[in-house]
């Protein structure tokens, strides 16, 4: 179970803590304003507001030995008594008519290093009016009707593009791009094939009268033997 265990424990010991959530007091009642991580801002928060609230009763009450009371308990907790002093007898006058919420916290991204997320908690004005104001409302799109669009298209003159009696010319620089570009690769696909075709053919012409040579020196020598 989880019965009193809300604090934020930071990491450290007790006796660390409170006297890490003193500095952090006096800090913020002194400059009005300090610059922290989330998680010391959202553990401060809770205890500055108690120690407001004393501010609070000390002024209200009649009796000076109750107003001591109030400002002792403070500086326990506080651990300064110019702070306390400042607290109690400047501060204390912009919380009068605000009950709770006296604190904000922003948030300001990443610290550098160790990624910590990095806030600032600050007192809120007395006349801040804080989030009561309600947001703006978006100025409504103005919707035409169709029958007006229609309309308008209705009374448009429709502009019809008459067809060109010149046929395009018969000339390669005149022709579009993708004819005189098929030429070209017509050409030069027809010109290895008949290369291809040639070259067998003068072979065996070459053969041919090669062996039209042999034979006819082979003739004459056939004639000689027979008549020797």
């Known amino acids: 179970m989880r019965h009193n265990k809300r604090k934020h424990k930071l990491g450290v010991s007790g006796p660390h803590r409170s006297a890490m959530m003193g500095n952090l007091m006096t800090a913020l009642i002194t400059h009005g304003r300090i610059e922290t991580t989330i998680a010391k801002a959202r553990a401060l928060r809770p205890v500055i507001e108690k120690i ?12 000076a030995a109750r107003k001591l009371h109030y400002r002792r308990l403070a500086i326990a907790r506080v651990r300064d008594k110019n702070a306390v002093a400042k607290l109690f007898d400047e501060l204390v006058s912009e919380f009068t008519d605000r009950n709770g919420g006296y604190t904000r916290i922003y948030k300001l991204g990443q610290r550098i290093g160790d990624a910590a997320e990095m806030g600032l908690i600050e007192f809120v ?16 799109k103005k919707k035409v009707p169709k029958e007006a669009v229609k309309e308008a298209v209705a009374e448009e003159p429709a502009e019809e593009s008459a067809p060109t009696d010149d046929g395009p010319s018969e000339s390669p620089e005149e022709l579009p791009p993708k004819k005189v570009a098929k030429k070209p690769a017509k050409k030069a ?6 290369k291809a075709a040639k ?5 065996a012409a070459k053969k041919a009268a090669v062996k039209a040579k042999d034979e006819a020196e082979e003739t004459p020598l056939e004639e000689d033997k027979k008549e020797a």
């Open 199 to 203: 070259k067998p053919a003068k072979k």
């Open 52 to 63: 407001i609230t004393l501010a609070k009763k000390a002024e209200k009450a009649n009796d």
């Open 125 to 140: 004005d007395g006349n801040d009016e804080g989030y009561s104001k309600k947001p703006k409302k978006k100025a409504a």
């Open 189 to 194: 696909a027809k010109k290895p094939a008949k």
